[in-house]
């Protein structure tokens, strides 16, 4: 599974766009994109994946750029309870489903 | 929310003592999932089953057995444990193959070796 890059640290003004980068340059054709993220002490929360399409739900979307290497998870209206530490994982969609979790980015929403 | 509850959700136990981990599901889903969440390391996977009495190790397996006679339940034991196996255990699920790979995580069990 490819490996990605992410910021250690992001903060955000509660009610304004949380826009997390993710580099993936050594992603695969046929892997996507997951993107979880973890409340404190909680356990992982599953946000949105995709493949090469930009994707929308009812808590994020998801932009890949053309070429695949990057993303960006977009929390359109952050709020307090958002603040948690957001993990980018690349990966194929089939098979085992075994995730390798790296160290995130912990997203700081401030009032 | 996914149907996924761990027993027990704290434990304490000594040196050398078993202790097995508990994870139920109740979406019947294929893949069943165990890590742990360690300071500085994140999450590791420990062992993954694929079906009933279908496992297979993970990255950090050693001093960990599973097993799963039922779709719904996955055992994590602790033949005997030590002090480095104090930690948040988190049992996660995921359809498989017949999904799109998302998987789903349960509360998680704070597990102190003492």
């Known amino acids: 599974d490819a490996k990605t890059t992410q910021p250690t640290s992001m903060d955000c003004a509660e009610g304004r766009a949380a826009n997390l980068p993710c580099n993936h340059s050594t992603i695969s054709g046929n892997e996507y994109v997951y993107w979880y993220r973890q409340i404190h002490s909680q356990g992982p929360q599953y946000i949105i994946h995709g493949l090469k399409n930009n994707e929308t739900n009812e808590m994020a979307s998801l932009i890949i750029t053309e070429d695949r290497k990057s993303s960006t998870l977009i929390l359109p209206h952050a709020t307090l309870r958002d603040t948690a530490v957001y993990y980018c994982?690349?990966?194929?969609?089939?098979?085992?489903?075994?995730?390798?979790f790296g160290q995130g980015t912990t997203l700081q929403v401030k009032p | 929310d996914a149907g996924i509850t761990q027993s027990p959700r704290h434990k304490v136990t000594e040196t050398g003592t078993p202790v097995t981990l508990r994870c139920h599901q109740t979406?019947?889903?294929?893949?069943m999932y165990w890590y742990r969440q360690d300071p500085g390391h994140g999450l590791r996977l420990i062992h993954y089953s694929y079906g009933v009495k279908d496992t297979d190790k993970g990255e950090v397996s050693d001093g960990y057995s599973v097993s799963r006679s039922k779709t719904e339940d996955f055992l994590l034991t602790l033949e005997s444990a030590t002090s480095s196996q104090t930690s948040v255990y988190f049992c996660?699920?995921?359809?498989?193959?017949?999904?799109?790979?998302?998987?789903?995580f349960g509360p998680g069990t704070r597990l102190t070796v003492t």
């Open positions: 979406e019947n889903h294929r893949y």
């Open positions: 996660a699920i995921s359809e498989g193959t017949s999904g799109t790979g998302e998987q789903y």
């Open positions: 994982i690349v990966r194929v969609a089939r098979g085992t489903g075994k995730l390798i």
